[in-house]
């Protein structure tokens, strides 16, 4: 089992840092091998994402990803920002399906803005289509516009698209996904997420969705538009199982999930492509302004490699084990500041780790 660990910006190197000794608590043989990737890597070497550091990847079962960005870089032309990197290792590995969760964990229902009763229980998946959409769409650029409202200014434009096959295998994913959660105890729903009440894109996506739906009569579907995704999100959260979208709506309705849960600091992702290689990193970004203070929560990316080890390197029982470790860890009270409240124990990022690896015992 071969491993990349991608640590990045910001808390990305002291947050990687605690997810790999917990996977070396385990007993299981690993691979590590650790490379510069975002904003570090463009100091060594002038580029975000480097060609070693690109084969490592794709040369490996699992990346283990921290985060990249900080604010030092938004002067660069934009192929040499830390962003890239994040963009370049989905495209060049084909990582086109993106789980996000969104779990409410029981004993930090307090650290949300919303209602208590609206959120506890909370259990919503996430799924966003990563390698399409406006985010890679040619053409793109800037040129003088010819027609328009303004001919003979300078313009900018992206292209959003998305073919079939891309939008079936997308479709796939989220309906199996639906039934395995179903299994498990769920609605056993899928909402497809589109704005097919303006764009060509995303009639075409409903379509083909719906289209697919009929192979999978045990799972629910519904449709609704992004704007009203975004609404019922913060007003009824819990009518939402499974959501399936393209990736730039993906990107925004999944950070408005995230918070639903109060503590961005616990929630992992996993991206995939068709050979089950995939990408793991938390949900949250590169944190500059509390960078290398050892304050960051660290159990987002402990809870990512989980994910990585069900997904990716076949171990559902190592993955387990690692997510009753976090539970047992919140039960005993410990809490990095992000997640603090009046009666908890408030500890570091390398304080969480130790715990999590003395829940493991
Ligand atoms: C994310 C991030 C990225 C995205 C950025 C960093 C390119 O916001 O993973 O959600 O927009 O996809
Ligand atoms: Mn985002």
Partial sequence: MKIAVLPGDGIGTEIVSEAVKVLNTLDLKFE??????????????????????????????????????????????????????????RKNMGLFANFRPAICYEQLVGASSLKPELISGLDILIIRELTGDIYFGQPRGRRIATDGHFPGAEEAFDTMRYSKPEIERIAHVAFQAARKRKAAGTEGRVTSVDKANVLET??????????????????????????????????????????????????????????????????????????????????????????????????????????????????????????????KVLALGLRTGDIWSEGTTKVGTREMGDAVVKALG
């Fill in 202 to 327: 995303f009639q075409f996506w409903k379509d083909v969705v719906t289209e697919v739906g009929k192979e999978y009569p045990d799972i629910a579907l519904d449709h609704m538009y992004v704007d009203n995704a975004a609404m019922q999100l913060v007003k009824e959260p819990k009518r939402f199982d499974v959501v399936v979208t393209g990736n730039m709506f993906g990107d925004i309705l999944s950070d408005e999930a995230s918070m639903l849960t109060g503590s961005i600091g616990m929630l992992p992702s996993a991206s995939l492509n068709t050979k089950n290689q995939g990408l793991y990193e938390p949900s949250h970004g590169s944190a500059p302004d509390i960078a290398g203070k050892g304050i960051a929560n660290p159990l987002a990316t402990i809870l990512s490699a989980a994910m990585m080890l069900r997904f990716s390197l076949n171990q559902p029982e190592a993955a387990q084990r690692i997510e009753a470790a976090v539970q």
């Fill in 32 to 89: 590590m091998e650790t490379a510069l990737v975002g904003g570090a890597a463009y100091d060594a070497y002038g580029h975000p994402l480097p060609e070693a550091t690109l084969k490592l990847a794709m040369d490996s079962d699992a990346v283990l990803f921290g985060a990249v960005g900080d604010w030092k870089y938004d002067t660069l032309d934009r192929p040499l920002r830390p962003e890239q990197a994040i963009l370049g290792l």
